[in-house]
């Protein structure tokens, strides 16, 4: 049952109504005790509180499976090829096969998220994933890093789906953004870490037991340790969260009221589903996702592309901490910007120096490798749109069905961008890629007018809720809820706890 679709079921209460505790927020009878503005010094202590706690948790793990993901392409230059007898077609298929698993379980990994608590199934999804990872040292053949890729591929469709839940749940709309930037930007630590972890490993000399088996015993240890922090001390809601006292918990959920969305939701609505389907702006922000990560195949070949540019197995390696460095300051600096220019605008100027970088890449003088070198490291800035998508979407979607559904159809975009993308590196375009570097050049265009259409029905759908009547069909709803002592009541719900999604809720206005 759902409130939106059956509202005119629901009894009268005092000339409201009353509503059955399962279809509203898991937050409603909880966020409902006090009506009195948290001081912003509390509110302050909260946050930093919240943060101590899942801010570090988050950026481990999204550096740990960053790593665990282009340790292929590390891999690249330390052995896997030669050892499992890849072709350059084969090598481009373990990083496809990867986002086809990723597309296929996306949207039963949101359902999961849904149904069972988030940290806990991230944690069972991350102990696979280290699983999978070490057994690619096991590997002799195409045929077995294609199955322990493609088990990857599964587990990682839980863990941004997961970090957007969570980040949406114990953050505000306007600290979302740099919250995700915050653990998204672990791209870039990821690779300083795995450069250097690679540099010391590709002079180890052992004749049983090559540099880039090490490479994924070491890393998938790391994330097995990561999994069982996730399993005791990461939360799965703030109703529940052990680190906050019973009043804290409800100060959080205060907290986050103005963001409209509530915290979650367990049951499954169809309207909320069909709503997904049938919103312009999902499906602006899938094209817009798959568009710019076509970029991201670049990951797994970044260490072909410059040991092609002339530099040696050793400065490839130490040179990848280098792209790791610029992703950081990138990421951070753009979500820095979200405040002052807003989202789109952070994106579009993102793609600026990518394009530019990509013209280099085509125009540039093959001899002149420190050129083409600095000029790569300039595209890099496409990968900042990505992020700023990633902390948009949370705060122009509410409706926790509704949410979920987003979130696998845009990260559905996101596979089959990561999918598309390896097939355009052929071994006939190199060492130079030309083609390649023009094919992702002109998307890079393409995804900046996307994102601008975005803005621009965001922004129309707003004028237009300005300019409407006060919607009161919300502003008088009960919850029958029963208490620890067995006694059933009725309490008032803020209908930013009602589980309404943001094209229902008339007071919900959207961030550009």
């Given at each position: 049952?759902?409130?939106?679709?059956?509202?005119?079921?629901?009894?009268?209460?005092?000339?409201?109504?009353?509503?059955?505790?399962?279809?509203?927020?898991?937050?409603?009878?909880?966020?409902?005790?006090?009506?009195?503005?948290?001081?912003?010094?509390?509110?302050?202590?909260?946050?930093?509180?919240?943060?101590?706690?899942?801010?570090?948790?988050?950026?481990?793990?999204?550096?740990?499976?960053?790593?665990?993901?282009?340790?292929?392409?590390?891999s690249?230059?330390?052995?896997?090829?030669?050892d499992?007898?890849?072709?350059?077609?084969?090598?481009?298929?373990?990083s496809?096969?990867?986002?086809?698993?990723?597309?296929?379980?996306?949207?039963?990994?949101?359902?999961?998220?849904?149904?069972?608590?988030?940290?806990?199934?991230?944690?069972?999804?991350?102990?696979?994933?280290?699983?999978?990872?070490?057994?690619?040292?096991?590997?002799?053949?195409?045929g077995?890093?294609?199955?322990?890729?493609?088990?990857?591929?599964?587990c990682?469709?839980?863990?941004?789906p997961?970090?957007?839940?969570?980040?949406?749940?114990?953050?505000t709309?306007?600290?979302?953004?740099?919250?995700?930037?915050?653990?998204?930007?672990?791209?870039?630590?990821?690779?300083?870490?795995?450069?250097?972890?690679?540099?010391?490993?590709?002079?180890?000399?052992?004749?049983?037991?090559?540099?880039?088996?090490?490479?994924?015993?070491?890393?998938?240890?790391?994330?097995?340790v990561?999994?069982?922090?996730?399993?005791?001390?990461?939360p799965?809601s703030?109703?529940?969260?052990?680190?906050?006292?019973?009043?804290?918990?409800?100060?959080?959920?205060?907290?986050?009221?103005?963001?409209?969305?509530?915290?979650?939701?367990?049951?499954?609505?169809?309207?909320?589903?069909?709503?997904?389907l049938?919103?312009?702006?999902?499906?602006?922000?899938?094209?817009?996702?798959?568009?710019?990560?076509?970029?991201?195949?670049?990951?797994?070949?970044?260490q072909?592309i410059?040991?092609?540019?002339?530099?040696?197995?050793?400065?490839?390696?130490?040179?990848?901490?280098?792209?790791?460095?610029?992703?950081?300051?990138?990421?951070?600096?753009?979500?820095?910007?979200?405040?002052?220019?807003?989202?789109?605008?952070?994106?579009?100027?993102?793609?600026?120096?990518?394009?530019?970088?990509g013209?280099?890449?085509?125009?540039?003088?093959?001899?002149?490798?420190?050129?083409?070198?600095?000029?790569?490291?300039?595209?890099?800035?496409?990968?900042?749109?990505?992020?700023i998508?990633?902390?948009?979407?949370?705060?122009?979607?509410?409706?926790?069905?509704?949410?979920?559904?987003?979130?696998?159809?845009?990260?559905?975009?996101?596979?089959?961008?990561?999918?598309?993308?390896?097939?355009?590196?052929?071994?006939?375009?190199?060492?130079?890629?030309?083609?390649?570097?023009?094919?992702?050049?002109?998307?890079?265009?393409?995804?900046?007018?996307?994102?601008?259409?975005?803005?621009?029905?965001?922004?129309?759908?707003?004028?237009?809720?300005?300019?409407?009547?006060?919607?009161?069909?919300?502003?008088?709803?009960?919850?029958?809820?029963?208490?620890a002592?067995?006694?059933?009541?009725?309490?008032?719900?803020?209908?930013?706890?009602l589980?309404?999604?943001?094209?229902?809720n008339?007071?919900?206005?959207?961030?550009?």
């Open positions: 049952m759902s409130i939106h679709s059956d509202a005119e079921k629901q009894k009268n209460h005092l000339g409201g109504m009353t509503v059955d505790e399962s279809d509203v927020d898991v937050a409603a009878t909880l966020g409902t005790g006090s009506e009195a503005p948290l001081s912003p010094a509390e509110a302050l202590r909260l946050r930093r509180k919240v943060d101590l706690h899942l801010m570090p948790l988050m950026c481990i793990l999204y550096l740990m499976t960053f790593a665990d993901k282009i340790s292929l392409g590390q690249a230059v330390m052995g896997i090829i030669a499992n007898n890849l072709s350059q077609n084969q090598f481009n298929w373990l496809t096969v990867f986002y086809l698993s990723y597309l296929a379980f996306e949207y039963p990994q949101n359902l999961a998220l849904q149904k069972f608590p988030v940290g806990k199934w991230m944690s069972i999804n991350i102990f696979v994933w280290a699983v999978a990872l070490m057994a690619h040292a096991a590997c002799k053949s195409f077995g890093l294609f199955v322990v890729r493609f088990i990857l591929g599964m990682e469709g839980a863990i941004t997961g970090f957007l839940i969570v980040t949406s749940m114990f953050y709309r306007e600290e979302q953004s740099k919250r995700v930037g915050y653990w998204f930007l672990m791209n870039g630590a990821a690779a300083i870490f795995l450069g250097l972890v690679a540099f010391g490993f590709i002079h180890t000399h052992n004749d049983n037991f090559h540099p880039w088996q090490w490479l994924m015993i070491l890393t998938g240890l790391v994330t097995l990561v999994s069982g922090l996730f399993w005791f001390f990461f799965d703030p109703v529940s969260a052990r680190f906050l006292t019973p009043e804290e918990r409800v100060k959080v959920i205060q907290r986050i009221k103005v963001n409209q969305s509530g915290v979650e939701n367990k049951h499954w609505k169809r309207d909320q589903f069909l709503e997904a049938c919103d312009p702006k999902t499906w602006l922000l899938a094209i817009f996702v798959a568009s710019a990560n076509l970029f991201n195949a670049v990951t797994n070949q970044r072909i410059v040991n092609q540019f002339g530099f040696s197995l050793g400065q490839t390696t130490l040179l990848g901490t280098v792209d790791g460095a610029v992703e950081v300051l990138v990421i951070f600096g753009m979500v820095r910007l979200i405040r002052y220019i807003g989202h789109c605008y952070a994106a579009i100027l993102s793609f600026v120096p990518a394009v530019l970088g013209i280099l890449l085509i125009t540039l003088p093959s001899q002149n490798k420190v050129g083409l070198l600095f000029s790569y490291w300039i595209s890099i800035f496409a990968i900042a749109p990505f992020a998508s990633l902390g948009w979407m949370n705060n122009i979607t509410a409706g926790h069905t509704k949410k979920t559904t987003v979130n696998a159809i845009v990260l559905i975009g996101y596979g089959i961008g990561n999918t598309a993308g390896p097939f355009m590196w052929k071994k006939m375009y190199q060492p130079r890629n030309r083609v390649p570097w023009a094919v992702l050049t002109g998307f890079c265009g393409f995804s900046a007018f996307i994102v601008f259409i975005l803005r621009t029905h965001l922004a129309l759908e707003n004028k237009r809720r300005d300019n409407e009547e006060h919607d009161a069909k919300y502003d008088d709803v009960y919850v029958t809820h029963v208490e002592d067995g006694t059933t009541v009725e309490k008032k719900v803020d209908r930013a706890f589980d309404l999604t943001d094209i229902k008339r007071e919900f206005r959207y961030v550009l």
